[in-house]
């Protein structure tokens, strides 16, 4: 089945040792997200790829970035990890095109920071 | 800009009773998305529908009715005869319809706690 991709599932990693995060899609879409969600908030959007187009949100911390080598992965980086970044990760995948088309959640990354 | 509001922050029935989950938006364009997604325990955003602005009717599948109201920018949810599986987070989201790419503006979900 098509489908979004995340691994890990859990990832435990210590205070400012950097940790990557993955994302896979068989979609074939066009536009890739990041989404940080923390304990009891809305998931918030961190950064996104329209193919190779990297649009990275106003307030997202310096401390993330993200690389999308091909269509099918995207990656997530938090550099200096924090406790204050401890939070559920999620990835989701869109067609381009007018709003609403094809929004596929992955299942999360949820980060723990030790 | 554009915002979504969900002022229940939980609610707890129990099973077998119907229950009513509020959502109220902002926005100035006049063609948008609406959605809805259920976050279980474990944590994944399980879609459950999306709405255009361009229609207004209700909708039902099984259990589950949406009521969406332009007048109001309202796009209520109500689960009937709830069950305890319904227990979960429940967030209601918009999406501009215009441009390549469709960020999603979450608001704050609401808690359902369905008892047995």
């Known amino acids: 089945d098509a489908m979004v991709i995340q691994n890990p599932r859990y990832q435990v990693t210590q205070f400012g040792k950097p940790v990557t995060l993955s994302c896979s899609q068989t979609?074939?879409?066009?536009?890739m997200y990041w989404y940080q969600q923390k304990s009891s908030q809305a998931p918030k959007l961190l950064f996104h790829y329209y193919d190779k187009d990297f649009n990275n949100e106003a307030d997202t911390p310096d401390n993330f970035q993200s690389r999308r080598p091909n269509t099918s992965f995207c990656f997530l980086d938090i550099r200096s990890p924090g406790l204050g970044d401890a939070a559920m990760y999620l990835c989701a995948t869109s067609r381009e095109g007018p709003g609403g088309r094809g929004y596929t959640f992955g299942s999360g990354t949820r980060l723990t920071v030790v | 800009a554009q915002k979504v509001t969900q002022a229940q922050t939980e609610i707890s029935v129990v099973e077998k009773e119907d229950v009513t989950l509020d959502c109220v938006y902002e926005t100035r364009d006049t063609t948008y998305y609406l959605f809805w997604y259920k976050q279980p325990p474990s944590g994944e955003l399980v879609f459950l529908i999306r709405?255009?602005?361009?229609?207004?009717q209700n909708e039902i599948s099984g259990r589950y009715s949406w009521n969406f109201q332009k007048s109001t920018s309202s796009f209520n949810f109500t689960i009937t005869a709830s069950q305890v599986v319904d227990s979960a987070v429940y967030f209601c989201?918009?999406?501009?319809?215009?441009?390549?790419?469709?960020?999603?503006?979450f608001g704050t979900g609401t808690l359902l706690a369905v008892q047995p």
């Open positions: 709405r255009n602005s361009f229609d207004e």
């Open positions: 989201a918009l999406s501009l319809y215009g441009g390549a790419t469709n960020k999603l503006i």
């Open positions: 979609l074939n879409h066009n536009v």
